[in-house]
């Protein structure tokens, strides 16, 4: 009996094995497949909390952009907290629906702030927590925190201006003094959309400023303008200077675009500029040049005008070229025609002065090679910096003497004249410059203009 109960349990084991050993495949089937599908769900990166900038202070009217993401799995929670003294105010708790819907979410701390704190002068705490769809931490997902402590600054910074009167031509220049408390960190001229900063004037204590400004020639000539001091917190104090604006008419010429003209031109400026993009039609390929070159030509003059120091390099009034006859004034205003239809229209900003082929070209006053090289519509350029914004630009050389990086003096030679780039002719263009706005050459040739409108104001005992 008892053997035939072993044969019999024994018999049931065999078949009960094969059973189990078929659902625990199954099960490790079901298992790899559930992990392999739900693999990307065990990642272990945190999402990312980025500030667009640092800040130590921040004013009433503060610009700060966060942005959380999440490439992985996407958001799940993300809460922004703003601590000061014993107040706690929540400016953002958003909860994200379903894993991957959303990666990335902006936020405008400032307007949060302004929306929902009553913001006190001191210190304060900003506090962001975010998490993730990951299975990571017991399904918690991958969770980031980034506390960010700093100072609610609501006042100010002291603007005092100490030059008089302003007397400024339209397409012209000026020169403002002013003083400024130290907590001010970016100050200067705003005119219009162009903003002219100021540096350290040398003679006088450390918190006063000079900026040079120019009025562009084409602003309306009720423009006002402001002397504006910010401080780290981005508070703002403006002041508006003795102001008289005298408005200019400018010329207006029209231009016919011969082929002859074209046929020269064009190819020759295309063959140094790779930007550009031929269009089937020549004189349709000039108009890109005369237009959308031009415009960059004067961006890039902008932008280098970044790296003008606040140290004047030039003494006295700046040199028209020496026998020079004026063939085209600053801002004649050109409507191009080509086969009797107008085709193009801009602004001519500087000189045009022959004197003969290959002159010699002057440095109009004293300073440092910026660019000596093919400059688009101008052709063959130098660019001299002579500090504090002040750029001269001589245009249509046919030979260059110089290099980028060296000291020239007043009236040393650069190269001779010459008729690249958009010329018709042998002559010199000379563009004249203030933090890339073009003005009127004719107030630096003047000694006396510069004396009344710079020069003087600078003296440690003007004011
Ligand atoms: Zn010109």
Redesign the pocket.
Known sequence: MKMTKINTGERGAARVLPTLVVLASVVLVILVAAISLTYKRWEGQAPEVTLDRDFKSLGRAASIGLTVSDPGNGLKQVTIRLKQGDQEVVLADDAFEGAGTTNSKTYEIGNLIAEKHKVQPGPATLTIHASDYAFRNFLGGNRAELTKDFDFDLVAPRLELLSGQHYINQGGAECVVYRVSEDAEISGVQVGSNFFPGFPLKSADANTRFALFAFQYDLPADTHVKVVARDAAGNEATAEPWQKVFPKQFRTRDIVLEDSFIQKVVPEVLSHTPSIQQQEELVKTFVEINSNLRRQNHETIRNMSKESGGEFLWKDAFLQLSNSQV??FFADRRTYLYQGKRVDQQD?V???LSVTQHYPIEAANDGKVILADYFGI?GNTVLIDHGAGLISLY??MSSIDVKPGQMVKKKEALGKSGETG??GGD?L???FFLQGVPVNPTEWWDAKWIKDHVLDRLKPSSE
């Open positions: 063939e085209a001519h500087g000189f045009d101008y245009g249509h958009l010329a002559h263009h000379f563009g």
